[in-house]
């Protein structure tokens, strides 16, 4: 079993490691002492589709798979665990969406929270 990251996975760890390094691990600290909600940085993330990795192409996300997703939180969490788990929460919550809810909720709702 070929373990190795594929072209693709390569690339989306790639670009969340270096988000990481340079838009979470030099301010997790003090979000943290300053108990800070980083909706700018956030924002940020949801520019770079980390807001909706495995939610549906035809729904406004990626539609990664959950392998390519936790490869994806892996590199986010190097730079800072609590907005990494806020991320995966809200990965799940707009996927649950995608999947289950009504058109009218998803057209109200997703592209918003998937960007």
């Known amino acids: 079993m070929d373990f190795n990251l594929n072209e693709d996975q ?9 988000f990481a390094r340079q838009a979470l691990a030099p301010y997790a600290a003090q979000w943290d002492k300053d108990h800070t909600f980083p909706v700018d940085t956030l ?8 807001c909706g990795l495995y939610t549906p192409e035809e729904d406004g996300g990626l539609g990664l798979s959950r392998l390519d997703a936790s490869i994806i ?14 991320l ?10 995608a999947s289950y809810g009504q ?13």
């Open 10 to 18: 390569q690339a989306f760890a790639d670009v969340a490691a270096q």
């Open 88 to 97: 995966t929460i809200h990965n799940m919550a707009t996927w649950m969406l």
């Open 103 to 115: 058109a009218p909720v998803k057209d109200a709702w997703l592209p918003d929270l998937v960007s």
């Open 43 to 50: 924002r940020q993330a949801g520019e770079l589709g980390f």
């Open 73 to 86: 939180f892996e590199q986010l969490a190097m730079g800072c665990t609590a907005t990494t788990a806020m």
